[in-house]
Nanobody, 122 residues
Framework: VQLQASGGGLVQAGGSLRLACAAS????????MGWFRQAPGKEREFVASISRSGGTTSYADSVKGRFTVSRDNAKDTIYLQMNSLKPEDTAVYYC????????????????WGQGTQVTVSS
């Protein structure tokens, strides 16, 4: 199983980035998917999740209204559209796969990607 995250980079505050996470080696449409992030010196935190069909999404309060999670089951890929970025969004972003519906807990996710760095300058 491999989850390959991409799309990170350096952006100014107020800017946008779109992350992608391509999955292989698993029945992608059978998994609920999530995005997490970890900033230096901080614990990994939940960002967003999306159900198997894409019909249900959930967001951390800190990103609600700015970030949008989506998926394309035909391409085995999930996305995270990040708008109005803030310096506090700076972190390594990880995608993950879970059997559980709408879970925000890291231990609930079975497979993890390698992460992609997002840096927002002020």
């Amino acid at each position: 199983v491999q989850l390959q995250a991409s799309g990170g980079g350096l952006v100014q505050a107020g800017g946008s980035l779109r992350l992608a996470c391509a999955a292989s080696g698993l029945a992608f449409s059978s998994y609920n998917m999530g995005w997490f992030r970890q900033a230096p010196g901080k614990e990994r935190e939940f960002v967003a999740s999306i159900s198997r069909s894409g019909g249900t999404t959930s967001y951390a309060d800190s990103v609600k209204g700015r970030f949008t999670v989506s998926r394309d089951n035909a391409k085995d890929t999930i996305y995270l559209q990040m708008n109005s970025l803030k310096p506090e969004d700076t972190a390594v972003y990880y995608c993950a796969a879970s059997w559980l519906f709408e879970t925000r807990e890291s231990p609930s996710y079975k497979y993890w990607g390698q992460g992609t760095q997002v840096t927002v300058s002020s």
